[in-house]
């Protein structure tokens, strides 16, 4: 399997991918994703199996600590140079669930940044996920303001450096 970053041309199989992995009112619509990879492609990181995309974590940064809910819409808050690098999603197709490929993404996206240097990387995500994240070093700092597709979530962050 083969980690790189996305492009344009991803734009239906990544929509594809979050239509499968997320309800409709949590799911980002296409032209979202088309705003996105327009400001932050290097923000998207796609786990592909000989070609096919198996998984994805993508999000951007900015120097705003907390993950809000207008940051899923609102490409134009990305600022590249940004301390904190925002996940807006994780998602891996159902037949590839339970093999680490979430897991290896995951690896590969705290990797990368750390070494661009900023303070940590910010996420919300339902209760039954906490231990997934937790295994990574997020700390749950609990129930996040987020109101995002109706769902209760929680917000979980890793830092690299203390603040």
Known sequence: MDIRFATINDIDAITELERQCFPPEE??????????????????WLLEDSGKLASMINGMT???P???DEMFE?????????QWQMIFGVATLPEYQKMGCASKLMERVIADVKEQERKGIVLTC???LI???????FVNEGKSMSKHGGAVWYDMRLVFEEL
């Open 27 to 44: 799911a980002a619509e296409k032209d979202s994703f088309e705003k996105r990879l327009t400001v932050f492609p290097n923000h998207f």
């Open 131 to 137: 231990p997934f994240y937790e295994r990574f070093g």
């Open 66 to 68: 907390i993950l809000r």
């Open 126 to 128: 339902k209760e039954s």
């Open 74 to 82: 609102d490409a134009t808050m990305h600022c590249e140079e940004g």
């Open 62 to 64: 900015t120097d705003i």
